[in-house]
């Protein structure tokens, strides 16, 4: 059974970083897309960052050049967020994704969306 841990919420203040960590337990696949996910509350749920086996990641341009997904294996993901903003507020989730066959690019993890195996979520709170 697959099952995604989520740590490393809190509340900081605005300009400030935090660093979410994923815990993977009973994936076994050395092909995979993992990503981080955030929903705020009467929100869409937004596709933050997104990693591939192979290290390549993805960014919602809304993020870029201040968050960095990156992980020490299939069963470790981080998400490093730097310079935070009120508007990143919202509870933060990561999701997992097994493939067979070839390996997924890094646009496949990006455009997948509908991932199979999700955690409980973490909340992130940045005050003004």
């Known amino acids: 059974q697959v099952q995604l841990v989520e740590s490393g919420g809190g509340s900081v203040q605005a300009g400030g970083s935090l660093r979410l960590s994923c815990g993977v337990s009973g994936f076994v696949s050395s092909k995979y897309c993992i990503a981080w996910f955030r929903q705020a509350p009467g929100k869409e749920r937004e596709e933050v960052a997104t990693i591939a086996n192979n290290g390549n990641t993805e960014y919602a341009d809304s993020v870029k050049d201040r968050f960095i997904i990156s992980q020490e294996n299939a069963e470790k993901i981080y998400l490093q967020m730097n310079s935070l903003k009120p508007e990143d507020t919202a509870t933060y989730y990561c999701?997992?994704?097994?493939?067979?066959?070839?390996?997924?690019?890094?646009?496949?993890?990006?455009?997948?969306?509908?991932?199979?195996?999700w955690g409980q979520g973490t909340q992130v709170t940045v005050t003004s």
């Open positions: 999701a997992a994704e097994a493939f067979a066959g070839s390996a997924p690019e890094a646009f496949i993890c990006w455009i997948l969306r509908d991932y199979k195996h």
